[in-house]
């Protein structure tokens, strides 16, 4: 079995992966590791949930220049979720150097980031639409990068980014190295690599077959505005142990935190823009819980783990089947028995059968429940729970006041008033209005050979904004670009001086 510890990997930097609870590589990380440490261009084809960001976080980090701090290395992503989520898992990697990876995305007030920035972090991790309104700006200068990652490439493409990250590209030195990670390879993303890409060394690693066991999936129908009600009453119905609901945005799971909440539910949220510290507190209460319900994106989740949730609601459904998987796989641990639902709505539902044939695993349809449905869902919960009070014999001390209280009243209007008590029958429900989200969009594996983007409610995704014919600023020709030499392996020096090897 191959270990990290065999990868010529800095002590350091091996302690972080220690603490994060990475034991063996992923097949990525094994084949692309010892590759990019040479200075090597790569190709990693491979599908999301793989490792991919410790395959090319590891040797990112160990080449930047610590006493250096200027921006040395560059990771694009598509959205402003998955470069928020490379950001924070390469300071994780790096919690024990001086190398810093600061997220930079649309959406974003601009002025907080060139605030940023002033910091001086080694390593940005940006949506390719902010990072050029940073380049014309002149608040991040590309100048010393020395590296460029970019992840989801196939992504990045098929919204629209084809422009932006030439001009990216051309705009970073020549004698860069070039990693380059996808799950598919269209044409268009082919005719980059040949383009922008020195000899480079490929990697391609089989996608396993994504299987759920103990796991029951159910799916139900139901139009936006109506998800919430929904998502209620099956709670009131199961009386999940421990639950996680899934949104898409962090406005989604503050704003869908804060709907439970007010119809009172023992529940918190998190996502990417939390602080570590209020992130750990909140998954502690959920671990001990003292909260019965934890919101989460896919970013916040991701890690997380534990044990005891035997619900999972897929609020929104996520934007692959991948992480699908790994979002139910937070139930059914260790030979428990879980139950995942997802909402789907009208214009969702060929999503369902991508999912599927992932998974292997044919979903249950299930109709959305009613408010009587809820309502018996909670009565049966209290009629359970007495009776349990009842087999342990945990009311010796109340028999007295039963007494007096059956001089006064009939058993059946007795039993019935504890049961409303024990129900929680609320009175009037709380009005909740949420923001609505587009649908997910379906993704079939293949990108547009024109890289065309897509645009639903509220405007262009992945943090950047639509792009434009406006080729400004883009310096010299890529026909000119001089060949590389084999990249020489630099020392991860923790010293003040770079050491020659």
Do not use: W
Not at 74 to 96: D, F
Not at 358 to 383: H, I, V, W, Y
Not at 479 to 498: H, I, M, Q, T, V
Request: some cysteine.
């Amino acid at each position: 079995m191959t270990v990290f510890a065999d990868l010529d990997i800095h002590p350091l930097l091996l302690k972080s992966l220690d603490q994060m609870g990475f034991e063996e590589p992923t097949p990525i990380q094994k084949d692309v590791l010892p590759i990019a440490k040479t200075g090597k261009d790569v190709i990693g084809q491979a599908q999301t949930g793989t490792g991919k960001t410790a395959a090319f976080g590891i040797p990112l980090i160990e080449k930047m220049e610590q006493e250096t701090r200027l921006p040395q290395g560059i990771v694009l992503a598509p959205t402003r979720e998955l470069a928020i989520q490379v950001a924070e898992e390469l300071n994780k990697i790096g919690r024990y150097s001086s190398v810093r990876a600061l997220p930079i995305y649309g959406g974003q007030e601009i002025g907080r980031q060139i605030r940023a920035l002033k910091n001086r972090p080694q390593i940005i991790v940006a949506t390719p639409g902010r990072l050029q309104d940073h380049m014309r700006r002149g608040t991040i200068k590309l100048s010393d990068i020395n590296t460029v990652v970019l992840d989801e490439a196939d992504e990045m493409l098929s919204m629209g980014f084809v422009e932006e990250i030439e001009e990216i590209l051309e705009s970073v030195p020549d004698n860069r190295q070039t990693l380059l990670f996808s799950a598919t390879m269209p044409p268009r993303l082919q005719s980059i690599l040949n383009k922008y890409m020195n000899d480079p060394a490929q990697v391609k690693v089989k996608a396993k077959e994504m299987t759920v066991a103990n796991i029951d999936q159910r799916y139900v129908e139901v139009h936006e505005r109506q998800k919430f009600d929904t998502l209620c009453r099956l709670i009131d119905i199961h009386s999940p142990e421990l639950a996680i609901v899934f949104g898409r945005t962090k406005r989604r799971v503050d704003e869908l935190a804060d709907a439970l909440f007010q119809r009172g539910y023992e529940v918190e949220g998190i996502h990417g823009d939390l602080p570590q510290n209020k992130r750990d507190k909140v998954i502690q209460k959920f671990k001990s819980k003292r909260i019965e319900i934890l919101v989460a994106t896919d970013v916040a989740a991701r890690g997380l783990d534990v044990s005891g949730v035997s619900h999972v609601f897929n609020f929104d459904l996520p934007q692959d089947p991948e992480s699908y998987v790994h979002r139910i796989g937070r139930t059914g641990r260790a030979g428990k028995h879980g139950v995942a639902f997802s909402f789907v709505t009208p214009r969702e539902k060929e999503h369902i059968n991508v999912i599927e044939k992932t998974t292997k695993k044919k979903m249950t349809f299930e109709k959305a429940p009613t408010l009587k449905d809820a309502s018996e869902g909670r009565q049966q919960q209290a009629a359970e729970q007495l009776t349990e009070v009842i087999e342990n014999e945990e009311f010796a001390s109340l028999t007295e006041k039963a007494e007096e209280l059956l001089g006064s009243y009939d058993a059946v209007t007795l039993v019935s008033a504890a049961l409303k008590l024990a129900s929680k029958e609320p009175g009037k429900e709380v009005s909740i209005n949420l923001t609505s989200e587009p649908p997910v969009r379906i993704k079939h594996g293949k990108g547009p050979k024109g890289g065309g983007g897509y645009k639903g409610k509220g405007g262009y995704r992945g943090g950047g904004k639509p792009r434009s014919n406006d080729r400004r600023g883009r310096p010299g020709s890529s026909d000119n670009r001089r060949s590389r030499p084999e990249g020489k392996k630099k020392d991860f020096a923790f010293a003040a001086k770079r050491r020659k090897g």
